[in-house]
């Protein structure tokens, strides 16, 4: 445990080791990243891996669109291959208002450079042709999107990370932050305590603890999410778009010589839970049968659960605490942190310098709230 650091990071998902590489190539190399459990091990990994830039919010977009090109470059960059399926991906739309949204949501997309479009029913089975057209009206499609490795973006970014100075501290919970007349001056954890002057804070689902040791109110939410990984598919298609049946959520991407499966709860509670439970199935089942009648047949080969870290209109937290010096913090994606993660980094470099980062985030500030100054995305699954 190093005695001080110009920089803690709280959370070793993609965000923190996203911006502990970030920080290193900036040549701040004195940065400590603190994990409670193994890098990546609360939300990063048990995403779906679902990489996009269709979403409604104008700065979304264009966050998931730097990202998305990170990720295409991302074995030249870091040496570690991301196993990155750019197949699409495929809203599938069966209410006017959904296709008026996303006819919308397409058109801001094009202006912001987004190769999406809106497809026929007919061009929607013809991408994937597992789906029952029965009762859609429309799809919105984008090429560019897909899916990869999670596990394998945090190695990269971790090791480059690394390489550039970091100190990455796995099994070690913070337990307090000290302040001294609205400043930060230290970090409390299992191992020891670290003096510093600057905290970031990427703890994800648990980042409303984090906020609380200095009086930040971040108003993030723990909400389980559940997978299930099919036994091998005969003849599976590999062109495959990650499809989402968007009206049920339910969603649907090769993996392996498999399929992911995946769909929100409704009856879900917030709490951290971890573990799987079958209180979903039902539902799911309902879905498979009616949108993927072929997968219903499909053995199970495993799951897993994950949080969603929530915030109250789905959309990050990303700033910097006015009366707590310095206390700078990513969260609360609601689902799509991971595939931010390359974006977000570079931004938060920008803030920790006082530089002016390459996409304006202020709107983006935990204060918004209090302000009833919410920005709502609606292209969440």
């Known amino acids: ?103 919308s949501s397409v058109a801001l997309q094009n202006s912001l450079g987004v190769t999406s479009r809106m497809v026929s029913v007919d061009e929607a089975r013809r991408l994937s042709p597992y789906i029952d057209p029965q009762g859609l009206l429309a799809a919105a499609f984008s090429p560019r999107d897909g899916h990869c490795s999670p596990e394998s ?27 001294v007349d609205g400043a930060i001056v230290a970090v409390d954890t299992e191992g020891g305590q670290i003096e510093t002057d600057t905290v970031i804070c990427v703890a994800g689902a648990w980042s409303q603890q984090i906020g609380d040791l200095v009086g930040v109110a971040l108003p993030v939410v723990p909400v389980r999410r559940q997978v299930l990984v099919t ?30 499966l ?23 089942g309902d879905s498979v049968a009616r949108r ?37 913090y990513a969260t609360g994606f609601s689902g799509h942190g991971f595939l931010m993660a390359p974006a977000v980094g570079e931004i938060v470099r920008d803030l920790y310098l006082d530089e002016r980062p390459s996409l304006d985030v202020s709107g983006l500030d935990a204060r918004r709230f209090g302000a009833s100054e919410v920005r709502p995305e609606l292209n969440i699954v």
Request: aromatic fraction near 10%; proline fraction near 6%; charge should be negative.
């Open 1 to 103: 445990m190093p005695p001080s650091a110009s920089v803690v990071i709280i959370g070793g998902g993609a965000m923190g080791v996203s911006i502990a590489y970030q920080l290193g190539r900036a040549g701040v190399t004195d940065v400590v990243l603190l994990e409670k459990d193994a890098l990546g091990e609360g939300s990063t990994c048990k995403a779906a891996g679902g990489v996009r830039a269709q979403f409604s919010d104008r700065l979304n977009i264009e966050l998931g669109r730097r990202s998305l090109e990170v990720f295409e470059n991302f074995g030249k960059i870091f040496d570690q291959e991301i196993d990155l399926h750019q197949v699409g991906y495929l809203f599938l739309l069966d209410t006017p208002e959904s296709v008026e949204s996303f006819e």
């Open 153 to 179: 973006v945090v190695m990269g970014y971790a090791t480059a990370a690394r390489k550039r100075g970091s100190t990455l501290i796995t099994g070690c919970e913070v337990t307090g932050i000290k302040t």
């Open 231 to 260: 036994a091998p598919v005969p003849d599976l298609r590999p062109a495959t778009p990650f499809t989402i049946d968007f009206s049920t959520s339910y969603y649907f991407h090769n993996e392996g010589k498999g399929l992911l």
């Open 262 to 284: 995946g769909m929100s709860d409704p009856d879900e509670t917030p709490g951290f839970k971890l573990s799987r439970h079958d209180s979903w199935l039902p539902r799911l």
């Open 292 to 328: 993927t009648p072929g997968f219903t047949d499909i053995g199970n080969a495993g799951g897993w659960a994950g949080l969603y870290e929530m915030t109250p209109d789905h959309n990050a937290l990303i700033g910097e605490a006015p009366d707590v010096s310095r206390f700078l």
